[in-house]
């Protein structure tokens, strides 16, 4: 039996290549495709998708509710009834409010889907129905999005994963990279790293399965302060002298602002 080559689409960033096999019109079973190299490893939620799929109480209607919101009370419908109550409701909004009463906020939750593309699609059929309100940057990556080019220059960037075969101290602030998929590569990476004495640590509230797996040291940071840690590993560095000052110098901005704030 041959698998067939398809991906996982998931919302986390790896779209892992899978192989599935199947039997009867249904997957029997998933398994990493060894075409995408070594250090490709899918998590237990892509390679189960088959569960989810075939799963007894997975909606294959479209319910209306007949009750209060948040009453749970809802009938099943046929698609031509459901399409019929949204393209009346849709009507209604757009007659009454006018198009700047939609706004559109949907998540990109599955970016590589090529027939499933929620955001796209979301915008296109939108657009089509004459308009809508845009928000403002992401709720997702907002905050990313505004602090990367002072940090690296540029949004069009990322990691390499690969890069890590050079280091020779991983930190992992903010990364749970076991529980909350950052690509495919980075867990086999880090922990190929750990097995050839590199160290790891591991900056977490939780010790969740990143710390178990992965580090070789944890340091469970209270919620919330981040950010007054980081100034002090900052006050170290500073007053012992131990920032590269020719590299800040030629690449840094504000850097001079930052040291007086953390001295």
Known sequence: MTGVPVACNFDCGGGCSLLAYTSKGKITKLIDNPEAGRYHRACIRGLQQARVQDAKNRLTAPLIRTGPRGSGEFKEATWDEALDLIADKLRTIKEKYGMESVIYLGGSGGPR???????????????????????????????????????????????????????????????????????????????????????????????????????????????????????????????????????????????????????
């Open 113 to 263: 889907g090529s027939l499933h593309n929620p955001k796209r699609l979301t915008t296109r059929f939108l657009s089509m129905y004459g308009g809508f309100v845009e928000r403002m940057n992401s709720y997702s990556t907002a905050a990313s999005s505004f602090a990367t080019p002072f940090v690296l220059g540029s949004n069009q960037v990322g990691l390499d994963a690969g890069s890590l075969v050079d280091s020779n101290l991983i930190i992992l602030w903010g990364a749970n990279v076991v529980d909350n998929r950052f690509g495919s590569e980075l867990e086999s990476r880090i922990r190929e790293a750990r097995s050839r004495g590199v160290r790891v640590v591991v900056i977490e509230p939780r010790r969740a399965r990143t710390v178990k797996t992965l580090g070789t040291d944890w340091v469970p940071v209270y919620p919330g302060t981040d950010s007054a840690l980081k100034l002090g590993v900052l006050h170290v560095l500073i007053t012992e002298d131990l920032v590269y000052r020719e590299y800040i110098d030629r690449y840094c901005y504000g850097f001079d602002a930052l040291e007086r704030h953390t001295s």
